[in-house]
């Protein structure tokens, strides 16, 4: 399942680097959690919990539908 995390969040990723910032994997648990880190301008953005649920979860969801949630530390 990591694997196709991975891969979904570099399909992500020129996106948000497009705006100076990115998203590191820290972690995907067996249950389904998806542990990740915001850097750069997403990090500290005030839209970054947005960002994270409404591109990035739902991104993931639809391509590995064993995720149940995505947290950013």
Same mark, same amino acid.
């Given at each position: 399942?990591?694997?196709? #995390?991975?891969?979904?969040? *570099?399909?992500? $990723?020129?996106?948000?680097?497009? *705006?100076?910032? *990115? #998203?590191?994997?820290?972690?995907?648990?067996?249950?389904? @959690? #998806?542990?990740? $880190? =915001?850097?750069?301008?997403?990090?500290?953005? !005030?839209? %970054?919990? =947005?960002? =994270?649920?409404? %591109?990035?979860?739902?991104?993931?969801?639809?391509?590995? !539908?064993?995720?149940?949630? @995505? @947290? %950013?530390?």
């Amino acid at each position: 399942m990591k694997e196709k #995390v991975m891969a979904v969040l *570099d399909k992500i $990723r020129p996106a948000l680097q497009a *705006d100076g910032g *990115d #998203v590191d994997l820290l972690e995907v648990t067996t249950d389904g @959690i #998806v542990k990740v $880190r =915001l850097k750069g301008t997403c990090g500290g953005c !005030p839209m %970054s919990q =947005l960002t =994270l649920k409404m %591109s990035i979860e739902r991104m993931i969801k639809q391509e590995v !539908p064993e995720v149940k949630e @995505i @947290i %950013s530390e």
